[in-house]
């Protein structure tokens, strides 16, 4: 079955890599909970011209790579039904590069989910460029699958985070995130974090924090309103805290299933794709 207009699929991309099957199996476990398709995505480029020292074996090059990715939508196909075996589940093979592929895909797609690493990730690497680039470039929400691999055979207990800054992008990730934690059946904990707004640091001996906590306090409460309205079968516990986004997220990440965040925060500039708390969750998070 094709994606249509009316029921988008959670895509995955798949390129052999063990990374890559704990994303699909990911993904799977999402789209079930969704109760949407599951759409593999495997691309690869043709070689240009011949291979480099057998010019004369009379191998079909194009074939042998075919046969070789199409296997990896196999694999990733039944590992996929092991997570969820009435899935609907469609394998697709796609003739480019990895990240335009994946970002043509996103314009059609409910969730994105990848691996951090590829086929090619190299171990000291803490991110792979694929995960990076689909992350800043992508039409529709990315997931990054890092940290172990949970035990399917319970639920998972764990809250979902979100960090809320008040950007049009955090209020994206607030929504997706509510609807994460209602989906799963588990809490969300709301991080705000206010001593990046500080601006001149010669000022904080000067300043009343208890006052400026209880307004940052109000400040999430009213980021929040609405939502805690839209799902009130999410609990929430509010986080404020005078520390640093990135290090108070990564700390959350520890203790979650999912930490979700906009792509870009309030301090961002437009010319940057991913803004610096997002960029440390994709290389640090535990979740």
């Known amino acids: 079955m094709g994606q249509n207009q009316t029921q988008r699929a959670v895509v995955a991309g798949v390129d052999g890599s063990e990374c890559g099957l704990q994303a699909v199996r990911w993904a799977a476990a999402e789209a079930s909970q969704r109760q949407l398709p599951l759409r593999l995505v495997a691309a690869h480029a043709w070689p240009s011209g011949g291979l480099v020292g057998d010019p004369g074996l009379g191998v079909d090059y194009r074939t042998v790579l075919r046969d070789v990715v199409l296997g990896h939508l196999a694999t990733a196909a039944a590992d996929a039904r092991q997570v969820a075996p009435e899935l609907d589940i469609e394998q697709v093979e796609v003739t480019?590069?990895?990240v335009p592929v994946l970002l043509g895909e996103s314009a059609q797609a409910e969730i994105v989910v990848l691996g951090d690493r590829g086929l090619g990730g190299f171990t000291g690497l803490l991110i792979g460029s694929v995960a990076?680039?689909?992350?800043?470039?992508a039409s529709c929400p990315v997931i990054v699958v890092r940290g172990s691999e949970p035990d399917r055979t319970v639920p998972r207990p764990?809250?979902?985070?979100?960090?809320?800054?008040?950007s049009p992008t955090s209020e994206a990730a607030t929504a997706f995130a509510f609807e994460a934690a209602s989906l799963r059946r588990v809490p969300?904990?709301?991080?705000h974090v206010w001593r990046d707004v500080l601006v001149d640091a010669t000022m904080a001996p000067l300043?009343?924090?208890?006052v400026i906590d209880s307004d940052?306090?109000?400040?999430?409460?009213?980021?929040?309103?609405?939502?805690t309205e839209k799902y009130p079968d999410v609990p929430v516990r509010?986080?404020?805290?005078?520390?640093?986004?990135a290090r108070a997220l990564v700390e959350e990440s520890g203790r979650a299933q999912l930490v979700v965040v906009g792509s870009r925060g309030r301090g961002g500039f437009?010319?940057?794709?991913?803004?610096?708390?997002?960029?440390?969750?994709?290389?640090?998070?535990?979740?």
């Open 96 to 98: 480019g590069y990895p």
């Open 132 to 137: 990076v680039e689909v992350t800043a470039h």
């Open 158 to 166: 764990e809250p979902v985070v979100v960090g809320v800054d008040g």
């Open 188 to 191: 969300l904990v709301a991080v």
């Open 207 to 210: 300043l009343d924090w208890d």
């Open 216 to 227: 940052e306090r109000e400040v999430l409460a009213e980021r929040l309103a609405g939502w």
């Open 238 to 245: 509010r986080l404020v805290a005078r520390d640093r986004p």
């Open 270 to 287: 437009h010319g940057l794709l991913l803004g610096s708390v997002s960029q440390a969750l994709l290389h640090h998070a535990h979740c």
